[in-house]
Each structure stands twice: as C-alpha cells, then as structure tokens.
C-alpha cells in the first residue's frame, strides 16, 4: 500500500551529511511525494542525484525552493542568514521553513529576519550526527532512536509544528519542544564543549609532536584515540556553531575552566577522595547514559 506523504515537496538545501540521511530517511519512511535539493556545490548536487536520495537537485537555492511545502536548511550555521535571504522571496505562502543547525536562538533570528509573513518558521536540530562530511556520508538509519529538539518561536502555528514533529517521528527520531535560548546553554555543555575540549586535547598533543616525535600516534590506543574522531568534524560547520553559540559557551566554559581547577588542585594536594569522589559520579552518568540507549 502507498503511503499518502506527510508533504509533497520537500526541499533540502546543503546535500552533505544531514540533508543526504535526511533524504535517504524520507525516501525510506515515504514522508515526502518528491525530493528537491540545492547545494552550492555542483560536484554534489550530481552526486545526490547519482545516490538517488533526492529526484532532482540545483546550485540555486531560490528555484530549488519553488512549490515546496518544507524546506529546511542543511548547511553550517553561519550561511543561515544570507540563504534565508536570498530563498525569501520565493517561499510558498504556507510553507514551513525549518533547518537542522546545531545552535537554535541564531537560526531563529537568521530565518526570522527574511522570511515573509505566512511562511511558519520551526527551527530543529537532529541531536544525531558523526564525524563525517559530504554526500556519500548519509545513512537512513541516522535518526533512529535519537532526540529531534524543535525550537518554535511563540506564537508558532500548531499544526505547522505538530506536522514537522511527525515528520521528524517517522524518521525514527524522538520529539522535544523547547525555547531556542534553553536549547544553545544545555547544548554548549553536552556536544560544543566537548568538541571544544577534542579540538584543544588533540591541537595541544600535535604541538607537542615535535617533541615526542611520532609517539602521539604511536600510543593513541588511549583515550586520545577517542578525542581524534571527535577532532575530525568538519571545521566549517564547528567554526560557525561556536561563534553563532558564543554567549552559551563562553558561560559554560567559565563553570567549567573552575571545575578544572579544582581537579588540578585535588592532583597537587594529593587529595584521593576528592579525585574518587568524581569518577565515581561520572562512571554513573556513563551507566545512565547506556541505559537511555545514548551510547552507539
Ligand atoms: N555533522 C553532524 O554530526 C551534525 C550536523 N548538524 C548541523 O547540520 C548542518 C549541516 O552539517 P553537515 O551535513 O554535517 O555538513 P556537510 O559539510 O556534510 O554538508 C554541508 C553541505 O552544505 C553545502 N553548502 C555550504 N554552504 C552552502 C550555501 N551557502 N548554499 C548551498 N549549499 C551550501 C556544502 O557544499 C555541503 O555539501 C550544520 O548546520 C550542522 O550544525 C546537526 C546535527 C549533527
Ligand atoms: O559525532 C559525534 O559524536 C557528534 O557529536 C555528532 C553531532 C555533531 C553536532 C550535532 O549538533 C549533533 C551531533
């Protein structure tokens, strides 16, 4: 039996990893009655085309987005506003225009400054993701069992929102609402910080190459291996979270250069409890972190 799609035009904008699984996830869920994409890179739309999860794509955004009843930005955070600018002008009236970006409160504004009235702004962000870039990166199964956080203004239309949250269900992801603001502080402390931290442990060790030679690589079976993978996310797209998401970090980074220095102290004073104390906490977190299934 055909399923009668959620929407019938679906249009992503940037093909890399998120709008290739999205599209692999649409096509396999038969959410959408057609697939249009749009990515500035030609090489890539010809590739989305070839993998067969979009049905046609294009390097201008603006005619990509014709006709389309969702649209949503795939691409880093930092192009939000220039994009929703220049699609603006040829959104449908009725159409939702939502994205994935990785920080809310910017693409909010970025979405909110262009759009023209009757056009429903639900900004999302898939809390799934890997190290790896581009087209060829995507996979159906991305979704599945992880959180989907949409963001919806006040006075966001209900049934806009209740739409985009069973298309985002039916992907296999679970559904939270909440503000854009509460999103960008809980989300500085559980992925952008970490990022940060991968980025800083792993530039520190390269520094120090110099010195040991080539025994980073060597012995980095350790928890440094762990830190490389993290590192390896695109540098375009984390550029541009933590400058759109400045303010939530740098907060979050002050609670957490003191809780440092406290570990720092308990090391020089000696003071095993302390040290104990912690990493037993933590290897709880660990336990319930496995137990919702948060883990692979
Ligand atoms: N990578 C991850 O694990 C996750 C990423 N996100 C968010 O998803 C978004 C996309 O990330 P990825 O798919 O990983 O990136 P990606 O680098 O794999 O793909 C981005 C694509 O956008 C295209 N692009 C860039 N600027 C453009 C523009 N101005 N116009 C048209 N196309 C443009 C690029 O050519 C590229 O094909 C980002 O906003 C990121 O914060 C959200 C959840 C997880
Ligand atoms: O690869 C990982 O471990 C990630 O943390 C992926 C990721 C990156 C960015 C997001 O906004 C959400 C998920």
Known sequence: MTKTP????????????????????????????????????????????????????????????????????????????????????????????????????????????????????????????????????????????RWTILTPPDGADAAATEKLKSFWEALGSKVEVMEAEHHDLVLAITSHIPHLIAYNIVGTAADLETVTESEVIKYSAGGFRDFTRIAASNPDMWRDIFLANKDAVLEMLGRFSEDLSSLQRAIRWEDGDALHKLFTRTREIRRQVIEAGQDE
Request: net charge negative; aromatic share 4%.
């Open 6 to 145: 959620l929407y019938d035009r679906v249009t992503l904008i940037g093909l890399g990893l998120i709008g290739s699984s999205l599209g692999h996830a649409m096509r396999r869920a038969g959410v959408a009655g057609e697939i249009i994409g749009a990515d500035r890179d030609e090489a890539v739309c010809k590739k989305a085309v070839e993998l067969g999860f979009v049905d046609r794509a294009e390097t201008d955004a603006a005619k990509a987005v014709a006709d389309a009843d969702l649209v949503v930005l795939c691409t880093p955070v930092g192009t939000f506003d220039a994009l929703a600018k220049e699609i603006a002008g040829a959104l449908k009236p009725g159409a939702t225009l939502s994205d994935v970006g990785s920080v809310k409160l910017s693409a909010l504004k970025a979405m909110a400054a262009h759009a023209p009235e009757g056009v429903h702004l639900i900004p999302a962000h898939p809390v799934a993701g890997t190290e790896n870039s581009g087209p060829e990166a995507g996979f159906a199964e991305l979704f599945e069992g």
